[in-house]
């Protein structure tokens, strides 16, 4: 079984207009990907005990999914070192579209994360790395009727793999689905604007669940006991 | 159920110097590994038809283990092309110690796989990666008495990841256990000289363990059919 | 002083609408990049002696740009070790447009280097690298009027670094301009259809440019005479 | 010409048994090494105005040499936000030894840059990229008879390259030469404790003069004037 933390800052799903798009809040169209897979899925909320990411949830999640936008200045000091703590020692991590400003992406990143955007768009999906586990089941290309552009040049290190690039109508690119490694697993995937029925796409929903398996924990993927991460008293 | 083939060119084998050691070949070492795993095992040999590595084998192949010293030559191009084709399709692939200079390898490198060399040195393995699958279950360091010294440099293009270092008594380091992509995954790992028993040791064992579930393809490690890699008569 | 060598396959240039396109041939126009730069030229061609490669000729190249595209096989397998000797000793090689499917690319990369093709589309190039030495000079998009369509996938190893990425309005992406290294320095490049004046294009001549530079043996960017390579004669 | 701030937290330089090995401080031996070239050399301290990092500085400064080790805490935040901003928009960047763990390495790795570490060992530095710029005029191996101990794992994000290793006597490795990318070209080097006379060595003064030149800015590199990295307004 994986645990999945799903976390939302939540803010956007409280006004109407989101809520005609996703009626159970963002972080329950995600949930909803789990429905029938051998996952536990937990959530929580910016306005939550210790913002909705407290140590004893960290300590028992696999894989925490994030999704924020305006609030990323209110996420404290002290939650992003919690949260980065853990992925250091092997939780994996999947920060979600506008996540790429998140303060714990940029602190795993070393860069700005800046990239270009603009609203409205119809984006195109490319499979570029079709063998990779986190493509399984997605075919060569699928659209989105509608997106928020995010465009190149994307501050970001080079990423391990590139498994998703994004064409928009309007005549940008994006490295739309990348990989890292920090100790954990990090898979960033670009779409998923509030205002859209991104995360009720059939292909978005088969890569996010693909990603979770793919970043848990190396321990739950062969089967053997994790190996105690190298102790951090020497130094 | 992964299915793994180990081929073995099988001709140090037939001496006693290493029956001393192997005495069911060292393909009957590799093989013992599964033994209590969900794996099914076949193996083919340089002297067989299509040299141990016929097409529907290797259609039926999730992973291929390869071992090879002395008659690299003896491979022929029709035999290296089909087995290259099947890693480009997906097939995972591990070559062991000398087959660094395997035609296979050098030709998935794109470059010599040149190496420095010398027998009977004591070798300490590292893990630098403690965090990836590969190296679940394996210490910090281990030892083996005797190998035969593999040293920088190696001439390979930069790995996707280097999980393992070796450090030898003699004055060498060198990159142990590397990972690559080429359609397929791929695991070089430097031990397993045909004179020294390494292949029974422990760690050695859950390394080449660990390594055949995280290169199986990817449908295997997502438990969602693979997606048909994209076609080639596009050019 | 940098050392260039063109190689163009020349069969295509022979024809009336290339011509009219190339008057001096795509190698006279790739040549003419250099006519202001402490670089000294030569040009080489499939029909000349060696395949316009000799062996004195590469012992005196610092970079090999490359032009091929309906004759790709008649590249002799002789002609293709000693080119990928050169490159493996520190020779820097620019493989340009229809150069994918050369021969020597194939062999550095390891891979089919396959890819979707189309004709006749108008084509957006992105710097996604804005530091990169390849990228000075350059603005953050520009625009080829007409190209031949590449789209992903591009079945490649992970570059070392995505500097171009390129957006057509047909509706595909592609990483148009990549760097690997297989001793010497390797950078793709995908404009320049025989049909269409791109060679022509200021952006697309500086980034050609700017890759010889980068591109030149490492003692010619250090001004410290060249590291012997290691020795091959250990293994 | 390129200009070099070399940054010192110049503590124990001011102790006796530093004093006996750096009668310059750490600063002035490596400011020596620039004696003959094209360098502008600065150098700044902890205790001076704004940590000897003050803005105008950095503003003229094409590469920043880092050595720091007892009072990694005393860099403020203020600081380090001030030194980022210029690597992210090309300022290259070369931490020495203990310099691991400074605040700035650490930002832009996203790791902890934990490693293991033991005083006194004699340690072989092997050179594993020999094509690479950093590595030329340096031998395939060469040795510090004493130097610190720093051992694998390193907790360090999957290098852009790994150009040298270390062999210590005691029994460890490490990558003792990295670099990285975030927008500013980055080189990690290991050797370098305060009470070995390590940067009087030849050939590490020659990698660091060597990492000086690959770090410049990218217009340094390819004679053209840089380009304005994206603006970060956009997002």
């Given at each position: ?77 002290d939650t992003v070192s919690r949260v ?33 955007w603009r609203n409205d768009d119809r ?113």
């Amino acid at each position: 079984m994986i645990r999945v933390h799903i976390w939302n800052e939540n803010i956007h799903d409280r006004e109407d207009y989101v809520r005609a798009v996703y009626p159970d809040g963002i972080h329950g169209a995600l949930a909803d990907i789990f429905r029938d897979e051998d996952v536990r899925v937990t959530t929580g909320f910016l306005d939550e005990d210790e913002q909705g990411l407290p140590e004893k949830v960290l300590a028992e999640t696999d894989v925490l999914i994030w999704w924020g936008h305006c609030a990323h200045d209110r996420v404290t000091d002290d939650t992003v070192s919690r949260v980065i703590g853990h992925i250091h020692a092997g939780m994996g991590f999947i920060p979600l579209h506008s996540a790429h400003h998140s303060k714990v992406f940029r602190a795993l990143c070393g860069t700005t994360a800046n990239l270009k955007w603009r609203n409205d768009d119809r984006e195109r999906i490319w499979t570029v790395d079709p063998h990779h586990p986190i493509a399984q089941g997605i075919p060569e290309h699928f659209e989105l009727d509608t997106e928020e552009m995010y465009g190149e040049p994307f501050d970001i290190p080079s990423p391990d793999e590139v498994v998703f690039m994004g064409w928009f109508a309007g005549g940008e690119v994006f490295r739309s689905g990348c990989t890292f490694t920090r100790g954990g697993r990090i898979f960033y995937f670009q779409p998923g604007h509030e205002t859209y029925p991104t995360y009720k796409n059939e292909y978005v929903r088969r890569i996010i669940r693909n990603a979770v398996f793919w970043a848990a924990p190396a321990g739950k993927r062969t089967g053997i006991p994790v190996t105690n991460p190298p102790s951090l008293e020497n130094n």
